[in-house]
């Protein structure tokens, strides 16, 4: 008997009403769990348990925009995923992130998020992809990648 099992997908647990040191303490709570994210703006807390898919996409798309820098002779830092904060009102985490044309800084220019939707769910609606992101770093835009992968 073959049975197939389903790839985990990411899990997302969202929480209203916390204020700044409440996110701080379950954000230090969780400081040796690999592969948890958190997104807080303004008392409402995301944490994301990213899935080996995500990480896999992540990695992929960075290392594709590596190739891309390298081949137009691009230079580029890659930070890997930090943390950033404004105050204490955002904490915002990317999954990867690069500074173009510069070694050293603190806002990444180029930050990849890694989400995935299912059916007709907008990319705008998600809690971490909305104003938050832009009082970190400056403004991100979002731009909903459809993957189609096929095994020959």
Known sequence: ??????????????????????????????SDSPGIRFFYFKGELEILAVSQEHESFSRTIAGLLMDYFVEKDIE????????????????????ESFLIGKSTGKTPDIA?????????????????????????????????????IARI
């Not at 997302?12 to 009403?17: E, K, T």
């Not at 580029?76 to 999954?95: H, I, M, R, Y």
């Open 76 to 95: 580029f830092n890659p930070l890997g995923s930090f943390t950033q904060e404004k105050g204490q009102e955002v904490s915002v985490q990317a999954d």
């Open 112 to 148: 990849i998020e890694v989400v995935f939707t299912s059916g007709r769910k907008q990319v705008e609606s998600l809690p971490s992809l909305g104003s938050p992101r832009s009082l970190v770093l400056g403004g991100w835009s979002i731009w909903p990648v459809s993957f189609a």
């Open 1 to 30: 008997m073959t049975a197939t099992l389903d790839k985990p997908k990411d899990q997302r647990l969202i929480h209203s009403g916390i204020d700044w040191q409440q996110f701080k303490l379950i954000e230090q709570g969780f």
